[in-house]
């Protein structure tokens, strides 16, 4: 009897406030999101289907733009694995308490970039010259953490800059203009036409030096996880099997371009720069005691934590799992 | 301090705000509802008259919305059941912790896991043995694939057949269903007397820390349920340990793994062509693949299934029962929604989430609003609204470019013999108009809101002082009708933001280029509006005052100007509230203040309370002008519809 009322009081809602009542989820499908553009192994497992045939069921693939969407997605119930989320949108998401967890490590790529215009004649050695600077900075993501991180390994005081919080393809054009001295970056198109003004304020062994590195990861509901573990095992399993079956050779750089919507050239030079970490690795590396998942999610969940906010460091960590990786 | 204590107690603030409201809401209608009637008699239908007045429809209008949010936010539940979170927070522990046996039950789906994988699997293989490669594996060899193929069959069906559970797994199932009945039990006692813990004490109530709902139990009832759930989940954790193998089918499983493993090694041999050892390995996997699902013995018998199906659901009647006025509450006040208890909190799921309560927005708002930025106060570094000292010089050197002071005759001062700077006069010029030069200040508003504001207002300034003569003279000219209709009807319906890219190259990522794309949308507006109102006027006016004598001027300026100024002031209306609608797009270019900056930031951590924020102001501040612009349209053409 509860229940019927709380249907009928839920289905007035959503039909008065127009919101997303959480969709009854199906037992025999699951719903995956990925990015277009952004280029991994496991394309070729979603493409053959390889998933379907290993889970047992049929997965479902839903692009996304942006990882907020993912977790607004997840939190409506019509989403149940993330993969390549954002760490940025994932530590957000929870430290807004939404229920969702990290499960893997999806792909480990080089720290987005900062460029600063040539004619400043600025680089790492003389850094402190930015002080003062206007910086075009996406705000939470990724290249704002990549940011905060660089200026903290170059020592340099960020309150003395003007920051602007401008969308990569506009940063870039902005840094070309000259009305910005530096601009952070993310994705290929914007990063090749920063690129022709500009110069990383790091190079990349500077970067690795700093241990300045950005990963995207796999999260799931947290409903999903306890109703379905085994589902989930086997999913990362696919997805590992895929990256392990990776010898970028025509016939798999082919399909998976196609399946990213990127030409063959452009995929190629992307994939080069990302790395696979075997779930091996990933036990070892990013979920052991100290391990770089929660140490990367905490300094993070630092950066982004509004004033007088809760105890990151002690939260984070729980929502930080490698159980699955098995 | 008054804040903080109105902070701290935003449930009562609530709930007194609530009654206030109710109260308003009944008052205002049995008020309106006897004006009604009193003025009935006096009026015809039609009459514009019978708008005039009528504010205690708009306190109705008001608190009826107003009602409606706190009601859908949770602000109602919180008002006058401010422990009834955390009471539900317990419910959700046990429901978190019973969560993986009753994914597994036919509980909340259709069919339990057991029938799912039985009638998948099965289907499963039957699709491997029709597609069985013909030419990959010798005569043997098939007859071996199929034998573990049935071997995997015959196991699904033994793990279904109540006759072969073994006796451990009965023994084990009956703790669980036993357990479940204790807990059940456990659920029924009457509630004790029951102190929280200091711990549990210290806790930041419902909504006024960032772990939303306190997790600790703080009432007997919200105990008990604790109590039962970190209960439940050691049962949970014995079910999922459970195993249904009997000596039979564990025979048949190392039986079926062996033949695996001498199959999978077959197809490793590479005596012959690489492809058909490809086809084999990759065959032999998806069958090892089915039998890895079915080897680890989690499919039972529907008999079982059905008994443990009924002890929990008798357990969540109980539930239910012992929740007692909860579950009304929960019913009435938790509309669309409920408290779910995740890894490290409870948070509220539903309209409570994207929704936040009055309360909070006002919270939020009032920290946004205090100028202190140095203590959490303002938005990024900069405060809402606020006041400086603006330095003459700096208006100065907007004023007066850099590149002027390079014309001047000389040179600029260089580095002397001593090592020193030697200016000349004209670096002292320089430093004026770059405005390092102490002029005195000036007082002036300062943030967010005003930053936004200035660039509407000085957008509306520039549409109304091109927009209107042009519009004007399109009306009674030829030319300017001509030669400017195609420009302004071409660019008039294209999007502002399909402009923004362009003015990011040509204006920059100064104020400038902002107020620019404001403008072009004020200006449209305008344009068309002071058109349609000069080009309206009535001709026999126009023609009455020229055979008196008017000039031409005279016309313009006592005929056609009142004639169009209904129609221009409704255009001011209207562009400002599309001003307001393209700054959010306007500020997203390159942000760095304004309202439309802290949307787009806040958007990129799903803050609610802060987009509700910046809704309600640029919402008010909308409404705002248009009283402003009501009340001038009433003075400046009192004439208006009463022609």
Same mark, same amino acid.
């Given at each position: 009897m509860k229940r019927f009322t709380k249907n009928i009081v839920s289905a007035s809602v959503a039909a008065v406030m127009m919101g997303g009542a959480a969709a009854a989820q199906a037992a025999d499908s699951v719903n995956v999101?990925?990015?277009?553009?952004?280029?991994?192994?496991?394309?070729?497992?979603?493409?053959?289907?390889?998933?379907?045939?290993?889970?047992?069921?049929?997965?479902?693939?839903?692009?996304?733009s942006t990882g907020v969407q993912m977790t607004e997605a997840m939190l409506a119930g019509d989403i149940d694995i993330a993969y390549s989320q954002g760490l940025a949108p994932f530590i957000t998401a929870t430290q807004q308490g939404a229920p969702i967890k990290m499960v893997s490590v999806a792909v480990i790529y080089e720290a987005n970039d900062c460029f600063v215009k040539n004619d400043l004649g600025i680089s790492s050695s003389n850094a402190s010259e930015l002080e003062g600077k206007t910086v075009a900075v996406p705000l939470n993501t990724m290249a704002d953490f990549a940011f905060r991180k660089y200026m903290q390994a170059l020592n340099i005081n960020t309150s003395t800059m003007k920051i602007v919080d401008q969308a990569p393809a506009d940063g870039a054009v902005s840094l070309a203009d000259g009305s910005v001295d530096m601009a952070c970056i993310f994705g290929g198109d914007s990063a090749k036409k920063a690129g022709e003004v500009g110069t990383p304020i790091m190079s990349s062994q500077q970067k690795r030096d700093a241990g300045i590195g950005s990963f995207d990861v796999v999260s799931v509901t947290e409903k999903f996880?306890?109703?379905?573990?085994?589902?989930?095992?086997?999913?990362?399993?696919?997805?590992?099997?895929?990256?392990?079956?990776?010898?970028?050779?025509?016939?798999?750089?082919?399909?998976?371009?196609?399946? /990213? &919507?990127?030409?063959?050239? =452009?995929?190629?030079? +992307?994939? /080069? &720069?990302?790395?696979?970490? =075997?779930?091996?690795? +990933?036990?070892e590396q990013f979920f052991g005691p100290k391990g770089v998942a929660v140490s990367a999610a905490e300094s993070l969940g630092l950066v982004f934590k509004k004033p007088g906010a809760w105890n990151v460091d002690q939260k984070i960590s729980k929502v930080i799992t490698g159980e699955y990786l098995d | 301090m008054v804040l903080e204590w109105l902070s701290e107690n935003r449930?009562?603030?609530?709930?007194?705000?609530?009654l206030l409201l109710a109260s308003s809401f009944l008052v205002s209608i049995i008020y309106g509802v006897q004006q009604t009637r009193l003025r009935e008699k006096d009026q015809v239908f039609g009459d514009p008259e019978r708008t005039v007045g009528g504010w205690f429809w708009s306190?109705?209008?008001?608190?009826?919305?107003?009602?409606?949010?706190?009601?859908?936010?949770?602000?109602?539940?919180?008002?006058?059941?401010?422990?009834?979170?955390?009471?539900?927070?317990?419910?959700?522990?046990?429901?978190?912790?019973?969560?993986?046996?009753?994914?597994?039950?036919?509980i909340q789906s259709r069919y339990s896991k057991s029938k799912t994988l039985l009638v998948r699997n099965s289907k499963q293989l039957r699709e491997l043995k029709a597609r069985l490669p013909v030419d990959a594996f010798l005569e043997n060899d098939k007859v071996r694939v199929l034998k573990v193929i049935n071997n995997t069959q015959k196991l699904i069906n033994m793990m279904a057949n109540p006759d072969f559970v073994g006796q451990k797994t009965i023994r084990e199932i009956e703790k669980v269903k036993s357990r479940f009945a204790a807990i059940t039990n456990e659920l029924k006692t009457p509630l004790q007397s029951w102190s929280p813990s200091q711990k549990a004490l210290q806790q930041p109530s419902w909504g006024i820390s960032e772990p939303e709902i306190p997790m600790l139990p703080i009432s007997a009832k919200g105990a008990l349920f604790d109590l039962v759930s970190s209960e439940a989940k050691s049962i949970s954790n014995d079910f999922l340990g459970i195993r249904n193998l009997s000596?039979?089918?564990?025979?048949?499983?190392?039986?079926?793994?062996?033949?695996?493993?001498?199959?999978?090694?077959?197809?490793?041999?590479?005596?012959?062509?690489?492809?058909?050892?490809?086809?084999?390995?990759?065959?032999?996997?998806?069958?090892?693949?089915?039998f890895k699902?079915?080897?680890?013995?989690?499919?039972?018998?529907?008999?079982?299934?059905?008994?443990?199906?009924?002890?929990?659901?008798?357990?969540?009647?109980?539930?239910?029962?012992?929740?007692?006025?909860l579950s009304i509450v929960e019913i009435l006040f938790f509309p669309g929604g409920d408290i779910i208890k995740s890894r490290t909190q409870c948070t509220e799921q539903g309209p409570g989430r994207w929704l936040p309560k009055p309360t909070d927005v006002v919270a939020t708002f009032l920290t946004l609003a205090n100028p202190d930025v140095e203590n959490g106060g303002g938005y990024k570094g900069t405060t809402l609204l606020w006041w400086k000292w603006l330095p003459i010089s700096d208006v100065v050197s907007l004023l007066v470019p850099d590149g002027l002071v390079d014309l001047l005759p000389g040179d600029y001062g260089t580095l002397n013999k001593q090592g020193n700077f030697q200016p000349n006069y004209k670096d002292w010029v320089l430093l004026f108009a770059q405005g390092d030069v102490y002029l005195g200040a000036l007082p002036m508003l300062d943030g967010h809101i005003w930053d936004s504001l200035f660039r509407v207002l000085v957008a509306m300034f520039f549409g109304v002082l091109l927009g209107v003569p042009l519009g004007i003279y399109m009306g009674v000219?030829?030319?300017?009708?001509?030669?400017?209709?195609?420009?302004?009807?071409?660019?008039?319906?294209?999007?502002?933001?399909?402009?923004?890219?362009?003015?990011?190259?040509?204006?920059?990522?100064?104020?400038d280029g902002k107020i620019f794309l404001l403008f072009m949308v004020a200006f449209a507006i305008m344009v068309i509006s002071a058109r349609t109102g000069a080009s309206g006027t009535q001709l026999s006016k126009i023609r009455a005052s020229h055979s008196l004598g008017a000039s031409d001027r005279q016309i313009l300026r006592y005929v056609i100007l009142p004639n169009a100024l209904p129609e221009i002031m409704t255009g001011i209306r209207i562009s400002i509230g599309v001003c307001w609608g393209t700054l959010v797009a306007a500020e997203m270019l390159a942000g760095t203040t304004g309202v439309g900056f802290i949307e787009n930031v806040a958007r990129t951590v799903s803050d609610y309370e802060l987009i509700w924020v910046t809704i309600l102001i640029m919402g008010s501040l909308g409404l705002i002008f248009d009283l402003m612009m009501r009340w001038v349209i009433a003075r400046l053409i009192p004439w208006r519809g009463k022609g």
């Open positions: 999101a990925f990015f277009l553009e952004w280029a991994t192994p496991n394309q070729i497992a979603k493409v053959d289907k390889a998933y379907d045939d290993a889970m047992g069921v049929n997965v479902n693939w839903t692009n996304f996880a306890t109703e379905n573990p085994g589902l989930l095992r086997t999913f990362l399993e696919v997805t590992h099997e895929a990256n392990a079956n990776w010898t970028a050779s025509a016939s798999q750089l082919k399909k998976v371009a196609s399946d /990213a &919507g990127m030409d063959v050239s =452009t995929t190629k030079n +992307q994939m /080069a &720069g990302f790395i696979f970490p =075997t779930a091996a690795e +990933q036990k | 449930a009562i603030v609530a709930a007194i705000i609530i306190i109705c209008g008001v608190s009826v919305l107003l009602l409606i949010w706190f009601y859908f936010s949770w602000g109602a539940a919180r008002a006058f059941f401010p422990q009834a979170a955390n009471e539900l927070c317990q419910v959700g522990k046990l429901h978190e912790a019973i969560s993986p046996v009753t994914a597994s039950l036919a000596p039979i089918a564990k025979d048949l499983i190392s039986e079926t793994k062996a033949m695996i493993a001498n199959l999978k090694k077959l197809s490793s041999a590479s005596d012959r062509d690489p492809r058909i050892v490809k086809t084999r390995a990759d065959y032999m996997k998806a069958v090892d693949r089915i699902r079915i080897d680890d013995g989690k499919i039972f018998p529907a008999s079982v299934m059905t008994d443990i199906q009924g002890s929990v659901r008798t357990m969540l009647q109980q539930l239910e029962k012992s929740k007692g006025a000219s030829r030319f300017c009708k001509s030669f400017f209709d195609p420009l302004i009807e071409l660019y008039r319906p294209v999007p502002p933001l399909a402009w923004a890219p362009l003015i990011l190259t040509i204006f920059g990522i100064q104020d």
